[in-house]
């Protein structure tokens, strides 16, 4: 398209009420940014794509401000107000009290090579900064106000079945005709049969979570890409720790965010997955629902998933800007349409679900253990010591008083993991369920659930000496950043009061030296079996 004038006018210095060093123009389909160097300005094309329209100086105006409001619950110290740009005598300027000529976003430039999706690129994206990510998405989603903007005229509500399903059909709808590739053909209708069959089992529960508050005016572009990771001695960073900072919030059509959280969810961990970073993806999921709690949300994640990748696949298909169907084989989006399209096909294979249980006392290595192991092979853990707070209405790392740690006090919490297991497994996961499990009533409890489940049925049975798991208690106490409050005193009071693995049980052990290197592909090869 033809720039206006202002464009070329904001390449220059003078245009700016601040010192500008190095202007550059970053240019997408859908706005021009201008970095100056302390700061950026976005400023949104005149161009209507239907799903979106700037067309007007008041819709974009209304757009600005839409997109400070919404970004600045997330990230207050990049969006920093909406500004005119203005026609005065001695030329264009920033929030001059000239002619109005547009508006844009001002906001903090940041070092914009500290995006995650750079960082994984580099292979620096440690497992600290995803922890943080999930932690984050968590808070962000239970602060949300659970309404959500209402649907224009003619259109379903947002978060409704129809709603959901509506671009789903239109994804394979659009796909279809640009495909001259057979085998891609076939794939694509497979996928679009488990979609549909999926939607028609899962059509009840998508109703039931939108009137029950789980669809909120989420971020809706929840890639790595829009995630931005602060170093602790950065000047846009408040706190004396690293933080991660999500921006781009999308402000421009509700129908890509008024979504089930359990959607963005799925999005966010789907992107990592595309990046080849599964491990990282099930550090994610868990870290959000250790935080979060949603577990429900599971019965969904596939549905979601696979939506998602056909989204990515579509989007690439449609940049090559050809609609004949050969001319589109030619392209490099094309690949990148294929690389999605298998995603959403492998998406389609039933996962292997199991339940494990770990044992072991206080500092034997349980909760390391039983990470590592989730995150080699997909599953779901789930901590004692996290549900148990939960049930009292504490977050995982706030302290608990002796009500949370009676014996009714414990009985609540394995029936509620007992809950969530059976849920975890039915949503097709393998389940770890992270405990000392040295009573013997709480480990028939849940083999007998892996019976009525029709699962394989483990025992992670943590060990270490004492000497080291007092070394660990006290060292864990000194950091305070554990759900778990067990100190030695309380590890010697397990010790006298431990129930022994039975013989049967002993069959379905796993004995692991925390002090050794873990034998990972063993352990995750055994607990296929």
């Known amino acids: ?117 750079l960082l994984a690129q580099r292979k620096q994206l440690d497992r600290a900064a995803i922890r943080r990510v999930g932690i984050k998405l968590a808070d962000f989603h239970r602060a949300l106000e659970h309404q959500v903007a209402q649907a224009e005229v003619g259109d379903p509500q947002p978060g409704t079945p129809e709603a959901v399903w509506a671009p789903i059909a239109e994804n394979f709808a659009q796909i279809a005709p640009l495909l001259a590739d ?44 829009n995630m931005l990771l602060l170093a602790a001695d950065s000047p846009l960073n408040p706190t004396d720790k690293r933080d991660i900072l999500f921006f ?22 789907m992107d990592l997955e595309a990046r080849e970073l599964a491990e990282q993806a099930n550090l994610l999921l868990n870290t959000y629902l250790e935080f979060g709690g949603d577990f ?27 609609s004949d169907p050969r001319q589109v084989l030619r392209h490099a989006g094309y690949r990148e349409f294929v690389r999605y399209l298998n995603m959403a096909v492998e998406y389609l294979r039933p996962r292997q679900p199991f339940l494990a249980i770990t044992h072991g006392l206080s500092g034997s290595g349980k909760s390391v253990v039983a990470e590592q192991i989730a995150s080699a092979c997909g599953a779901i853990r789930l901590r004692s010591d996290v549900e148990r707070k939960r049930l009292f209405g504490l977050a995982p790392h706030q302290s608990g008083d002796k009500r ?61 000496p004492e000497a080291v798991l007092k070394e660990r208690l006290v060292a864990r106490s000194e950091l305070g950043d554990d759900p778990s409050e067990a100190d030695v005193a ?9 129930q022994g693995l039975t013989k049967n049980e002993a069959a379905c052990t796993i004995a692991i030296d925390t002090t050794a290197d873990l034998r990972l592909q063993e352990i995750v090869d055994q607990l296929g079996r």
């Not at 309380?490 to 431990?498: A, E, G, I, S, T």
């Open 1 to 117: 398209m033809e720039s206006p004038e202002f464009v070329e006018a904001m390449q220059r210095p003078e245009c700016y009420p601040h010192p500008a060093r190095q202007i550059r123009l970053v240019e997408t389909h859908i706005s021009w940014v201008f970095l100056t160097g302390d700061y950026a300005y976005k400023v949104k094309k005149p161009v209507n794509l239907g799903f979106l329209d700037f067309s007007g100086l008041p819709q974009r105006k209304h757009f600005c401000e839409e997109e400070l409001r919404l970004n600045s619950r997330l990230a207050p110290q990049l969006y920093l107000g909406v500004v005119a740009i203005t026609r005065q005598s001695r030329g264009i300027t920033i929030d001059g009290d000239g002619e109005i000529l547009d508006y844009a976003v001002r906001m903090a430039q940041f070092d914009a090579t500290q995006t995650l999706d």
């Open 182 to 225: 057979a085998g891609d053909l076939d794939k694509l209708e497979r996928v679009r049969r488990w979609s549909t069959a999926a939607f028609d089992r899962l059509e009840k529960l998508i109703g039931q979570r939108e009137a029950g508050g789980f669809v909120r005016q989420c971020h809706g572009d929840l890639h790595l890409g």
């Open 248 to 269: 781009d919030r999308i402000e421009f059509n509700p129908r890509f965010s008024c979504i089930d959280i359990a959607g963005e969810l799925a999005f966010a961990v």
């Open 296 to 322: 429900q949300g599971l019965q969904l994640h596939n549905f979601y998933k696979v939506y998602f990748a056909v989204v990515r696949a579509k989007i690439n298909l449609l940049q090559t800007g050809a």
């Open 404 to 464: 949370i740690y009676t014996a009714a006090a414990s009985k609540q919490t394995f029936d509620r993991l007992e809950m969530l297991a059976a849920q975890v497994c039915g949503a097709g996961f393998p389940c770890i369920v992270d405990a000392t499990f040295l009573k013997a009533r709480y480990r028939r409890l849940f083999s007998s659930l892996a019976r009525r489940l029709r699962l394989p049925f483990h025992i992670l049975d943590c060990r270490a």
């Open 490 to 498: 309380v590890m010697l009071k397990q010790k006298r009061v431990r």
